[in-house]
């Protein structure tokens, strides 16, 4: 009977460090729809250099992302922005201690119709459309048209930076079309001619036109020197100094094979 007994212990035991092996080899991400296409590329690479790791990737927005974090749901929230003061005090209130990891850059784009004939605009005449003061493309030399304002919606890292960089945290107009990610939004203005929208550098196609601001286009040149004003960094947040896997996972986006694919997704790499 002891002998028994001492059989299902260490039963117990190897089943117990088996499941926690397995479980350090699975890696799940939510959060920005900005960073949502690097994670996505860096996961493809590296399930391919490490066929044991399943990596699980999804979006909702950085807000989701850092919330899913402080609930302890995922490993890694994603966020196209730092994390707010009432969010970390929330995260420490529950033992988590959420440290953001920078793995690229990105510029926020301004974009327009591809057949809209303007092809700059300041942050002040941008704030002005944005708030409802012009509503017309007329009044800064473009077509008798209206304006269709389309933003990311309050969930957005995006949206956040935005609100920061452009609008002076000022509201944005209450008929805005409020939208859940950066491709809603590029689908959106590449469909009505009016429209104006702004986008991770990764979204951007030829099916719309980004405008250059205050006289800067994006570009990984501009976002790296800070000439162009709507840069920002791009962040994986952890519970605490990545460790393990996850560790391994994020090492692996910051290296120059990492690197490379945060360019080839449309984003700016660190160096």
């Known amino acids: 009977m002891k002998y ?30 900005t960073v949502l296409p690097i994670a996505q590329k860096c996961a493809e690479a590296f399930m391919d250099i ?18 899913s974090l402080t ?11 730092p994390i707010k003061d009432k969010e970390l005090a929330t995260a420490k209130q529950k033992g988590v201690n959420p440290v953001g990891n920078i793995i690229a850059l990105d510029g926020l ?50 949206f956040e930076v935005f609100k920061e ?26 469909e009505t001619p009016g429209a104006i929208g702004y986008i991770g550098l990764g979204y951007l196609s030829e099916g719309v036109k980004a405008l250059k601001v205050e006289g800067v286009l994006p570009s990984n040149k501009t976002v790296q020197d800070g000439t162009y004003k709507l840069a920002r960094p791009l962040y994986m947040y952890t519970n605490g100094t990545p460790k393990g896997i996850v560790k391994e996972f994020i090492d692996f986006i910051l290296s120059p094979s990492g690197q490379k694919l945060v360019s080839e997704t449309g984003y700016v790499p660190l160096k």
């Open 71 to 81: 609930a302890k749901s995922i490993d890694i929230g994603m966020s196209s922005r």
């Open 109 to 158: 784009a301004v974009i327009v119709h591809s057949q809209n004939p303007i092809n700059e605009i300041s942050i002040k005449t941008l704030k002005d459309i944005y708030t409802g003061k012009i509503t017309n493309w007329k009044v800064i030399g473009g077509p008798d048209k209206e304006i269709v304002v389309v933003s990311r919606d309050v969930a957005s890292g995006t």
């Open 4 to 33: 028994l007994f001492r059989l299902l212990v260490v039963g117990l035991i190897i089943f117990t460090t088996s499941d926690l092996f397995a479980a350090k080899k699975n890696i799940t991400l939510a959060g920005s729809t």
């Open 50 to 67: 490490n066929p044991k790791v399943n990596i699980s990737v999804r979006g909702g927005g950085s807000g989701v992302g850092i919330a």
């Open 165 to 190: 960089k452009v609008l002076g945290g000022e509201k944005t107009k209450d008929d805005a079309l409020m939208l859940a990610s950066n491709k809603a939004v590029a689908t959106t203005v590449q």
